[in-house]
């Protein structure tokens, strides 16, 4: 939250007003979640398995060069399940996944990576959710034009009654809102993919909505009623 406060005449008149803007914006980026699931008799099995699948989807995560700006594993687990119906604690097979987080700033490679991860054995693709950098110019020209608009709107009620803004009290940042949700249909695209791949998903980046609020205060010139 940004606050601005003053009063050198708190016996002169005063206006509060809102200001809010709403830009609709392209994404900066999609974020995917790729989880990779392994299955054993024992443990060793399923977790040499599940490495090897590991390393198939980090290789092919990899391969696409800046196009993925960052790449992270979340959890791991490898879990026994133990029989049913078994009195005791026998175990009938071993569990086991990986759950990895990639950000792509390229969306001519989302399509094809996504299908191509989709089409890997026991790997489910979770997105992608659309989204703006933190520091994203977007937010700084929803947050202007807000204090654009309380500004206006102040300046109006101060000339309907014959008066003029003469200082600026408080100025307070509320709440900002970016929702964010996958827009997908289908449609073949090319990547520099192998010929055995399935047609790529053609994922349309959903416009992001932009949401500035503030809350300001001025003093004003005595009104002529």
């Given at each position: 939250?940004?606050?601005?406060s003053q009063?050198?005449?708190?016996?002169?008149?005063?206006?509060?007003?809102?200001?809010?803007?709403?830009?609709?914006?392209?994404?900066?980026?999609?974020?995917?979640?790729?989880?990779?699931?392994?299955?054993?008799?024992?443990?060793?099995?399923?977790?040499?398995?599940?490495?090897?699948?590991?390393t198939?989807?980090?290789?092919?995560?990899?391969?696409?060069?800046?196009?993925?700006?960052?790449l992270?594993?979340?959890?791991?687990?490898?879990?026994?399940?133990?029989?049913?119906?078994?009195?005791?604690?026998?175990?009938?097979?071993?569990?086991?996944?990986?759950?990895?987080?990639?950000?792509?700033?390229?969306?001519?490679?989302?399509?094809?990576?996504?299908?191509?991860?989709?089409d890997?054995?026991?790997?489910?693709?979770d997105?992608?959710?659309?989204?703006?950098?933190?520091?994203?110019?977007?937010?700084?020209?929803?947050?202007?034009?807000?204090?654009?608009e309380?500004?206006?709107?102040?300046?109006?009620?101060?000339?309907?009654?014959?008066?003029?803004?003469?200082?600026l009290?408080?100025?307070?940042?509320?709440?900002?809102?970016?929702?964010?949700?996958?827009?997908?249909?289908?449609?073949?695209?090319?990547?520099?993919a192998?010929?055995?791949?399935?047609?790529?998903?053609?994922?349309?980046?959903?416009?992001?909505?932009?949401?500035?609020?503030v809350?300001?205060?001025?003093?004003?010139?005595?009104?002529?009623?």
């Amino acid at each position: 939250m940004a606050t601005a406060s003053q009063d050198p005449h708190p016996d002169a008149p005063h206006i509060a007003v809102r200001g809010e803007a709403h830009l609709d914006v392209d994404p900066e980026i999609a974020r995917i979640g790729v989880t990779v699931t392994s299955r054993g008799k024992d443990r060793r099995t399923a977790l040499d398995d599940l490495t090897r699948r590991n390393t198939a989807v980090l290789d092919l995560l990899k391969s696409y060069g800046d196009a993925v700006e960052r790449l992270e594993t979340g959890t791991f687990s490898l879990s026994p399940q133990l029989k049913d119906k078994d009195r005791g604690e026998r175990v009938h097979a071993y569990h086991g996944h990986v759950h990895l987080t990639a950000d792509l700033t390229d969306f001519t490679a989302l399509g094809e990576l996504t299908t191509r991860l989709a089409d890997l054995d026991l790997t489910h693709v979770d997105g992608p959710r659309w989204t703006l950098r933190p520091d994203s110019p977007a937010h700084r020209r929803a947050r202007q034009q807000a204090v654009h608009e309380a500004v206006q709107r102040a300046r109006e009620y101060a000339e309907a009654l014959g008066a003029d803004l003469a200082a600026l009290l408080e100025l307070a940042d509320l709440d900002t809102d970016t929702p964010t949700a996958p827009v997908a249909r289908t449609r073949s695209l090319t990547y520099g993919a192998p010929d055995d791949t399935p047609a790529p998903l053609d994922l349309e980046p959903q416009r992001q909505h932009v949401v500035a609020r503030v809350n300001a205060r001025f003093t004003m010139t005595p009104p002529r009623l």
